[in-house]
């Protein structure tokens, strides 16, 4: 195995020590290699990626074959490699091509299996997306993480997402029903530009949410019983205008899935 692979695989233990005194030993940081697209340092053969580019109401995707490994996909404006600290870096800008479902741009991960097909797994089981990242600019509101309903009705809701605000506030906004309405809970702070860790865990009918070692339960109705679901996580931004320089950036410095 070379060196550069060897980088991508190895944990610091210094991070994965100072995650570990908060319980966030999900969310384990790697040594990152800055000189590596974003796919050699993260396993990102179970994503697809969704970009700000592309046709109206048809975004540009890039799908996990040519995203993973040491030769995989990146893009100088919107997806690339931090050269300084190796963080996988998401730009998504206040203008720019959007989903028919969405007014909002976004550079964002979709959760996939390893067979290529698209993911959508069922409440029952316990399901967990974790995270350490930092936000170093954003206009409004960004979504850095979601649990997005798949097959098995007509919605397009997402079941919850992770909100992040210029001034620190964290929020999670957790869905009423698949018809809709979204219920605000603030759940942390973090300056602009300080790194965090969050892990979203999903089991039966129970959302359980760390942020920073503090944790929160929230039940699920019922009434998405029928719905499989899914991941998403990037730079999802929540303000949209003419411009494209203002907008937001997030840094990933680890992510990781797991299904049991």
Not at 176 to 183: A, C, E, R
Request: with cysteine.
């Amino acid at each position: 195995m070379n060196k550069r692979k060897l980088l991508a695989i190895t944990f610091s233990a210094a991070v994965v020590g100072t995650l570990g005194v908060l319980g966030i030993t999900n969310a384990s940081a790697a040594t990152l290699d800055p000189t590596l697209p974003p796919g050699g340092n993260f396993n990102l053969s179970v994503w697809q990626l969704q970009l700000p580019t592309g046709s109206p109401g048809k975004p540009d995707t890039i799908q996990p074959a040519q995203l993973k490994g040491v030769n995989g996909y990146s893009n100088p404006a919107y997806f690339w490699t931090d050269k300084t600290d190796g963080s996988m870096t998401f730009w998504a800008p206040e203008k720019g091509v959007t989903t028919p479902n969405s007014n909002y741009a976004r550079s964002e991960l979709r959760e996939m299996n390893a067979n290529g097909s698209a993911a959508d797994w069922t409440l029952a089981g316990n399901h967990t997306l974790s995270a350490q990242l930092r936000i170093p600019s954003v206009t409004k509101n960004v979504c850095v993480g979601q649990v997005h309903l798949g097959s098995g009705g007509s919605s397009t809701k997402p079941l919850l997402e992770l909100y992040y605000r210029p001034n620190g506030d964290i929020y999670l906004g957790t869905e009423n029903s698949p018809d809709g309405g979204q219920t605000l809970h603030k759940v942390g702070n973090v300056a602009l530009g300080v790194k965090w860790t969050y892990v979203i865990n999903v089991t039966g009918n129970k959302i359980n949410l760390t942020v920073n070692g503090t944790k929160t339960t929230y039940s699920i109705p019922s009434s998405f019983n029928a719905y499989r679901q899914y991941f998403k996580a990037g730079s999802y931004n929540q303000s949209s205008s003419d411009s494209t320089t203002n907008g937001a950036k997030v840094k990933f410095y680890a992510l990781t899935i797991t299904h049991s």
